[in-house]
């Protein structure tokens, strides 16, 4: 940090906080606020910050008169599975480029790195027929199939940051031991990993909760929509002027990742920046 | 099998090169473990991202809509149209428009707020976990709410400027090019700025306190640290912030289309909204892949950057 | 042991019963059942058709034709979907939707069915939908907000429309006299081709782009002047414009007979606001051209893909197509005119309906429908009156640009 030893130079910080402060959270506070007033109070030219007569109306709109409870089941579902598999399959490759020399080594780590670069929305053109002929269109078992390429680049590039660091000396000696291969990943370096395995969990889990293009197009029947579809498809109707169930429905749909994310956040923040920026 | 004196363990023909000797048993051992811990991801990353990303590249040389039964090879034909056409000139300008506007107020702004958290002040650590906030939200979520704050009718945005004096009338943002452009740019950038701001802020903790303490020693104010001591050392981790977020701007899709559909009149439409109407409206996929292999083309070039900066990690 | 004997007859006589009278599952897809006003309706109908196990599926209107499409790509099975009648003839050329004359019998349709509506889902010989309901897209008024402005008769010309328009604005200045829908392109176009017709221009004519002329330029200059003139908002699609009319906040707008089922539910008032809702011609431009409406019908249609139950299929159709009393039930909840002969003569003495069937005597088909490639050429029509409407372009660049893109797409 810098030390700043004149007045205005520590004005200046505060205002900048103020002012980022205000940027980043004002919008979110004006969602919760929108969310608790009644349509008189919505549909004014001239809105106050703090509802008047504030009301759960909106709340229970989201909640009766919309499915957001099962587009939410559907999302945890999806996304869980998703964060689940992407973790294991993360930390498999990761530990296998960290610390094991073989043929093709860094070219397939940088092809999968690179995948980050390809156009989602092209790739879906050709994942749609695929999961038609497969059977997996419209099932959500797909879905968490086609997420799982979304976040396993990023995933493993995470890992390999944290794996790479592990002393050698440790794994050597415990082959000496006559540990087995799987016994070292098992019991040796998983348990040193794991804050990197709650961040690449956490990221999977957020990619796929948020995503709305594959969910979009890749899932038709209502019964199996998740967050992002959901309520975008709910409020394109006749429910597009009703802006306070939308808000409403938008802070149901956010809870879970910011409820998670609270807890784990110390975790995530450092995982994200362990391995890109030393 | 003649032997060479000084290396005596030999693999290889007779008569050919010297090779390296052959690995001993354990460690090809372990060589084929890392391999086979590696095939799970590899395998799905083939199957589900690698094939059908070279399909989709291959479509664009077929002619396949609704009603072609199956796809017609057309060679180039799908790029003449392309390129002929003043529309996709103009969807491809305002990418990169889009793209070099985001990323590039989202890295100031992540920079400013990093340096803003680094520096020791009261609730500091409650603030920052409270305002990563915005990346947090689904985009679904962050989309509906700026296109509320923008209504034209009711919104935050026109309240506020109304109260101040600076509009006379309310204005209809999302229904006028540049207010929409507006909205979309500023949506992205606020769920994009904690994200820059956390990777700048690991690498500000990186800068060394005796430089920064030898320049105020040198009569240096804040603005002069900034820099001349802490920019050039942050200077790598700044680019690998802009390339990636450039990388994830070209990619941006969901914001857009819950908030404008591409409109106005087009006006938001970019590439990677183009391809979504091609193939998913107009069903035309050989197009859409057309499209796509020219965005493809364009994101190559930062990708290209980014990779070789990683490559030096090897 | 006798006891034992009789317990195991009886158990399977029951199941042999049970299986006899196992219902057939049949899905049934469309944008109604995602819909508040009409939901309650198609919940309840579902539930009685004979033998069926109807599995509801809804969609909203926007994005319906998609998931058709993609349903019939990936060889979803759906015995019934609804289909919007500018859909059919991409869908009949895509050999999505299956002939009902082999499941329903083309005889017993023409006997209950309306010919003139049957005809509209029948291409080469097929009868690829059955018309669940239909009349035309037509410019609606509010009586009661015209009244508050002072417009006692309903306008007969351009002029009298303009000078209405403008009335209602001096009395409420937060009203929006005419709701033309100002954004998603597939509204816009079919609404403001209604205007086009006016003016007497097309779109295409013989299959070739005729859109470049003097009256297109004409009626998108008009359409222009409204939206400069703050009688059009920006901004508003068909579902901004019924919330705002059912607060009595529009004047006029452009909407199928569901108008006043919607208006029912969105005003709050029920039955009560019906007396508000009046169909009225189009304003005409003394070119000779006769009030104009587009050709507006849904049709209940079953698509080929995977295994369809075309039994079920058809019960389900024949349920709520060709039942009367079914029919009517559904005008008298929704508002929508029925479309077999028998429901039709029991309606003979009502305003609404005898009013809105007169006027779609010369209603006209969406244009760009008739083409394949009709979901590109609405877009690109679209997004050019969408232009000119915004201040984007100016009405000569859009007509221009329009009829280029539309040559490059034929």
Redesign the interface.
């Known amino acids: 940090m810098i030390p700043l030893s004149h007045a205005h130079e520590r004005w200046i910080l505060r205002i900048l906080i103020a002012v980022f402060v205000f940027f980043l959270l004002a919008p979110v506070v004006w969602m919760i606020s929108t969310s608790f007033k009644p349509p008189e109070e919505i549909f004014r030219t001239s809105p106050s910050l703090i509802p008047d007569a504030p009301t759960w109306r909106n709340y229970l709109r989201a909640f009766t008169e919309t499915d957001i409870l099962k587009y939410l089941g559907n999302g945890l579902i999806v996304s869980s599975l998703n964060a689940g598999l992407t973790t294991v399959l993360a930390a498999l490759a990761a530990y296998g480029f960290a610390k094991f020399r073989f043929r093709g080594r860094k070219g397939l780590m940088l092809l999968m790195i690179s995948a980050q670069m390809f156009p989602y929305a092209v790739l879906l053109i050709s994942i749609y027929p695929m999961f038609q002929w497969s059977g997996l269109f419209d099932t959500r078992t797909g879905l968490v199939l086609a997420y799982l390429v979304f976040a396993l680049p990023a995933s493993i590039y995470i890992l390999f940051s944290y794996m790479v660091n592990l002393p050698d000396e440790l794994i050597e000696a415990a082959r000496m031991d006559g540990a087995g291969e799987g016994l070292i990943l098992r019991e040796l370096i998983l348990p040193l990993v794991i804050p990197g395995l709650i961040t690449v969990f956490l990221y999977s889990f957020m990619w796929s909760w948020n995503d709305l293009l594959y969910s979009l197009t890749l899932i038709t029947s209502e019964d199996k929509r998740t967050i992002g579809p959901g309520l975008l498809l709910t409020f394109l109707g006749e429910m597009e002027q009703d802006w306070g169930a939308a808000m409403a429905g938008s802070v149901i749909v956010s809870l879970p990742v910011v409820l998670v994310f609270s807890l784990l956040q110390r975790f995530f923040i450092q995982g994200l920046t362990a391995g890109a920026v030393k | 099998m003649a032997s060479h004196p000084q290396n005596p363990v030999r693999t290889g023909p007779v008569g050919g090169h010297p090779r390296r000797p052959a690995a001993p048993a354990?460690v090809r051992r372990?060589?084929?473990?890392?391999?086979?811990?590696?095939l799970?991801?590899?395998i799905?990353?083939v199957a589900?991202?690698?094939?059908?990303?070279l399909?989709?590249?291959g479509?664009a040389f077929f002619e396949s809509?609704?009603?072609s039964p199956e796809p017609k090879f057309v060679g180039l034909e799908n790029f003449r149209d392309l390129f002929s056409?003043r529309?996709f000139l103009e969807t491809w300008l305002r990418t990169l428009f889009y793209v070099g506007i985001t990323t590039g107020v989202t890295v100031v702004l992540g920079f400013?707020?990093a340096?803003?958290l680094?520096?020791?002040?009261t609730g500091r650590k409650v603030?920052r976990?409270?305002?990563?906030?915005?990346w947090?939200?689904?985009?679904?979520?962050t989309a509906?709410?700026?296109a509320?704050?923008f209504?034209?009718?009711?919104g935050?945005l026109?309240?506020v400027l109304?109260?101040a004096g600076a509009i006379g009338a309310?204005v209809?943002w999302?229904?006028?090019?540049t207010g929409a452009m507006f909205a979309v740019i500023l949506a992205k950038v606020?769920l994009s700025?904690?994200?820059a701001m956390?990777?700048l802020?690991?690498?500000l903790q990186?800068v060394s306190?005796e430089e920064?303490d030898a320049a105020?020693m040198d009569g240096c104010?804040?603005g002069n640290?900034?820099r001349h001591v802490?920019l050039p050392h942050i200077f790598p981790?700044l680019v690998?912030v802009f390339v990636l977020q450039a990388?994830a701007n070209?990619?941006q899709?969901?914001t857009i289309?819950?908030m404008t559909?591409g409109?106005?009149?087009?006006?938001t439409t970019v590439?990677?909204i183009e391809?979504?109407?091609k193939?998913?409206?107009?069903?035309?996929?050989g197009h859409?892949?057309a499209i796509?292999v020219v965005?493809?083309l364009t994101?190559?070039v930062?990708?290209v950057v980014?990779?070789r900066a990683?490559?030096k990690r090897? | 042991m006798k006891r034992l004997k009789k317990l195991t007859l009886g158990a399977c006589i029951a199941a042999l019963c049970a299986g006899a009278a196992m219902a057939q599952d049949a899905r049934f897809v469309g944008w109604s059942y995602s819909e508040a006003s009409s939901k309650p309706f198609i919940e309840n109908e579902a539930a009685k058709v004979d033998g069926v196990d109807v599995e509801l599926i809804g969609f909203p209107w926007n994005q319906m034709v998609q998931n058709l499409i993609l349903r019939h790509r990936s060889g979803q099975t759906t015995e019934v979907a609804q289909v919007q009648d500018r859909w059919m003839p991409m869908l009949v050329g895509m050999g999505a939707l299956a002939d009902l004359n082999d499941t329903l019998g083309a005889d017993a349709l023409a006997d209950t069915v309306e010919p003139g509506l049957l005809a509209m889902g029948q291409s080469n010989g097929g009868q690829y939908g059955v018309p669940w309901t239909a009349a035309s897209i037509a410019l609606v008024g509010n009586r009661e907000l015209m009244e508050a402005a002072g417009v006692t008769e309903l306008p007969a010309t351009m002029e009298d429309f303009h000078a209405a328009l403008k009335k209602i604005k001096a009395a409420d200045p937060e009203a929006v006299p005419f709701g033309l829908s100002t954004t998603n392109p597939n509204l816009i176009q079919v609404e403001s081709q209604v205007f086009f017709w006016q003016f007497g221009a097309r779109f295409f004519r013989d299959g070739a782009v005729a859109v470049d002329s003097a009256e297109a330029r004409e009626a998108l200059a008009f359409l222009v002047q409204l939206v400069d003139e703050g009688l059009v908002a920006k901004g508003n699609d068909r579902n901004a414009t019924r919330a705002l009319y059912g607060q009595g906040k529009v004047g006029f707008y452009f909407d199928p007979p569901v108008a006043r089922g919607i208006a029912r539910n969105l005003s709050g008032e029920g039955e009560a606001f019906d007396e508000n809702v009046v169909v009225m011609p189009t304003p005409t431009t003394g070119n000779g051209e006769p009030p104009r409406s587009v050709v507006w019908a849904h049709f209940l249609t079953s698509l080929t893909a995977g295994s369809p139950d075309t039994e079920a299929a058809g019960k389900v159709i024949e349920h709520f197509a060709m039942k009367p009393d079914v029919q009517l039930r559904y005008w008298n909840e929704l508002g929508l005119f029925p479309t077999t002969k028998a429901a039709l003569a029991e309606l003979s003495d009502d305003a609404y309906v005898a009013n809105w069937i007169e006027l779609a005597r010369d209603a006209l088909p969406d244009e760009p429908a008739a083409f394949e490639n009709s979901a590109q050429l609405t877009q690109i029509i679209g997004e050019e009156i969408e232009a000119a409407l915004l201040g984007i372009k100016s009405v000569d660049e859009a007509i221009t640009d329009m009829a280029d893109r539309l040559e490059g797409a034929l």
């Open positions: 354990h372990q060589s084929r473990f890392g391999l086979s811990i590696v799970p991801a590899l799905l990353f589900l991202l690698l094939v059908p990303f399909r989709s590249l479509f809509t609704l009603f056409d529309v400013a707020w340096l803003v680094n520096q020791a002040f603030i976990t409270a305002t990563i906030l915005p947090i939200l689904p985009s679904t979520v509906f709410l700026w509320w704050i209504n034209g009718q009711f935050l026109n309240a109304d109260a309310p209809v999302l229904s006028t090019p606020w700025t904690p994200v956390s990777f802020l690991a690498g990186s306190s920064i105020m104010r804040a640290i900034i802490i981790t690998i990388m070209f990619q899709i969901d289309l819950a559909r409109g106005p009149a087009r006006t590439l990677s391809v979504y109407q193939a998913f409206n107009e069903w035309d996929m859409a892949s796509g965005w493809f994101l190559a930062p990708t980014y990779l990683i490559f090897f």
